[in-house]
Nanobody
Framework: QGQLVESGGGWVQAGHSLTLSCVISGDRLSSYAMGWFRQAPGKEREFVAAISWSGSVTYYKDSVKGRFTISRDNAKNTAFLQMNILKPEDTATYYC??????????????????WGTGTLVTVSS
């Protein structure tokens, strides 16, 4: 079982962009479907996006569609979350996750094997 480490979080003004990265160590990224979740202060963790093993299929939370893009580079054992047109409501700690389930966002979430430790994204208005 590998470990996931996120990076790329920080503080940005609304309307700007950030790219988060998630590197797996001790395992191969290609063994997992990958996803991103977030947890805002005082709220439950929520699904943001997921990508299949090959990268050919993706799922997104409705509120980020058209603004966020999930991708992966299996050769570099890294998954990414490109976040554009950021809004204050996107402020949260973002977590990457590796899973073995696929078919829907719910199936992926239920099959998560490993979580990262999180990276904080703060969007100011």
């Amino acid at each position: 079982q590998g470990q996931l480490v996120e990076s790329g979080g920080g503080w940005v003004q609304a309307g700007h962009s950030l790219t988060l990265s998630c590197v797996i160590s001790g395992d191969r990224l290609s063994s997992y479907a990958m996803g991103w979740f977030r947890q805002a202060p005082g709220k439950e963790r929520e699904f943001v996006a997921a990508i299949s093993w090959s990268g050919s299929v993706t799922y997104y939370k409705d509120s980020v569609k058209g603004r966020f893009t999930i991708s992966r580079d299996n050769a570099k054992n890294t998954a990414f979350l490109q976040m554009n047109i950021l809004k204050p409501e996107d402020t949260a700690t973002y977590y990457c996750a590796a899973g073995l389930g696929w078919g829907s966002a719910e199936v992926f979430t239920a099959g998560i094997d490993t979580w990262g430790t999180g990276t904080l994204v703060t969007v100011s208005s």
